[in-house]
């Protein structure tokens, strides 16, 4: 392929507006461009290297049994009226009315269209189970879409649903997702983890997240590839090093979600979902009585504390939730934060959200920094975390501003239900008893769900089983974000490229670093001189040879300075690149391997002799 004829943008400046290296880099190096916010058009580079995304994905679900096939996008809202997601879904769903003004969505997902399809067509146990999936653009109405493909209202993405009669069938399968998924985002590249997740939205119950680790910033033996006048990264001035550790550090790290995992075990989670270890106190300690005592200007875990000299640790912070409309009131000690989702979770409310100071007054008779456990009306549900069942002799708020109890004890003074609720801290055992807590950023990439019947109950969706009973259909759902996974990729492989001119000057530049099976093309082919006869023809062999020997190869013949054509060239990221220069006439050609910046000189006869070896194509 010419890169004259190709549709390929690149920038010369970095734009200003990117907070994060792969939307950056897909924007530089002429990957996407943004045609309204949170929409993009995917341009010949980025549309290689997705097609190529999907093969793989293809060829590891047939081998599993999985059958493509494709829906609408735009979905009539009755589908979603059945299984009551229309009402609940939120503001992020596409809803319009055609001209007769029936009532349309943008399928964001396609739970609804997928159990209807089986549920007419699908009457017998015998008929089970069906695993079917299809690769179709995506709509979600994000408030602040950012961070180019990492969070856009459209996206491409692949999504798949397998039908059972039991859930011993559906854990079959499960498990072929989970070992395919695997397979996909190791073929393509990417260091990942699989983490316990959350169903959310999508009503899932076992779930399990797949996550793109984002690399820290302080490696730089990751980040950087050094010019052969480089020796080693001990061989760069300390002054220079300084500034390219501070352009790594212009850049966000990216990944919406925190993970959790062990230093010494496979123990990860998305935070929201993570534990730590837990152990019941054996501590006895006589029960002193329950005081009120005057707390003015406290409203903090810490003035509290500050103000009684004792250590936060000997604190109940109080906090009150609405749970579908029902005041729930949430207890932790001292400063732990309240993990909103494994409370939501607990209580099984479709919604949740923190109570205004007008609820809490009205509750509790008292505001913000002054509420406790005690006194509360029993109709009031209390959950407590399981750390707070640890604690004898307590502070807290006395429902009274400027009020606070002392000797509080859980069991003698309130009532509550004990459970994991808080968020974990790094650096505390991880709950298998096995190395500690450990954080880093990542970027979901897929996501499986045990559905059960979430969808085949409300949508009647049910077959009969071999006692002529008729029985829900049981339904697992397995995506993975197609589109992001070209963020996902360029983060793990952008790299900073450093060289040192004659004059003993360093310079540094971002690029690619494309992993094989992604690259867009094989080689890149750049011919130095276009007005060269020699170096045209001998390019054309070259070019052809490749292409027989099934090699893609992105040539670049535009009539370009050299120092441009490499730019682009570093910019754009393919793993092997091919430059026809000075020594043409005497068939002499560079080859440079990306990923470590080496080259070496040979003879064109022996150009696929040595890119055999070094692809081990």
Known sequence: MKQSKMLIPTLREMPSDAQVISHAL???????????????????????????????MRQEFEKIGAV?????????????????????????????KNRDQSDFILGPTHEETFTTLVRDAVKSYKQLPLNLYQIQSKYRDEKRPRNGLLRTREFIMKDGYSFHQNYEDLDLTYEDYRQAYEAIFTRVGLEFKGIIGDGGAMGGKDSQEFMAITPARTDLNRWLVLDKSIPSIDDIPEDVLE??????NTWMISGEDTIAYSSESSYAANLEMASNQFSPSTKVEAAEDLVEIETPDCKSINQVASFLAIDEKETIKTLLF????????????????????????????????????????ALFGAHFGSLGPVNLPEEVRIVADRTIENLANAVSGANKDGYHFKGVNPGRDFQAEYVDIREVKEGEISPDGHGILQFARGIEIGHIFKLGTR???????KILDENGRAIPIVMGCYGIGVSRILSAV????????VSKTPKGDYRFAWGINFPKELAPFDVHLITVNTKDQEAQDLT?????????KGYEVLTDDRNERVGSKFSDSDLIGLPI????????????????????????????????ETLDILTSK
């Not at 493509?68 to 809803?95: C, I």
């Not at 026809?580 to 064109?604: L, M, N, P, R």
């Open 322 to 361: 609405m749970a579908d409309g029902k005041a729930v009131v949430a207890l932790l000690v001292g400063n732990d934060q309240v993990n909103e989702v494994k409370l939501k979770n607990y209580l099984g409310a479709d919604f949740l959200e923190a109570a205004t100071e007008e609820e809490a007054f």
């Open 540 to 548: 054309a062999k070259i070019e052809q040879e490749l292409v027989d």
């Open 577 to 608: 690149r091919i430059t026809v220069g000075k020594k043409a006439a005497d068939g002499i050609v560079e080859i440079k391997i990306k990923a470590s910046g080496d080259s070496i000189e040979v003879h064109s006869d022996n150009v696929i």
């Open 68 to 96: 493509e096939m494709f829906t609408p996008a735009l979905l009539t809202a009755d589908l979603w009226r059945e299984s009551g997601r229309y009402e609940t879904y939120g503001e992020d769903l596409y809803k319009l």
């Open 455 to 461: 969808y085949s109950e409300s949508m009647g969706a």
């Open 243 to 248: 500034d390219i550790k501070a352009e790594l």
């Open 490 to 497: 360029i983060e793990q492989h952008a790299r900073l490229f």
């Open 26 to 56: 897909m924007l530089r190096a002429g990957y996407v461009r943004q045609v309204s916010a949170g929409i993009y058009a995917y341009l010949p580079l980025a549309n290689r290297t997705i097609e190529k995304f999907k093969t793989i």
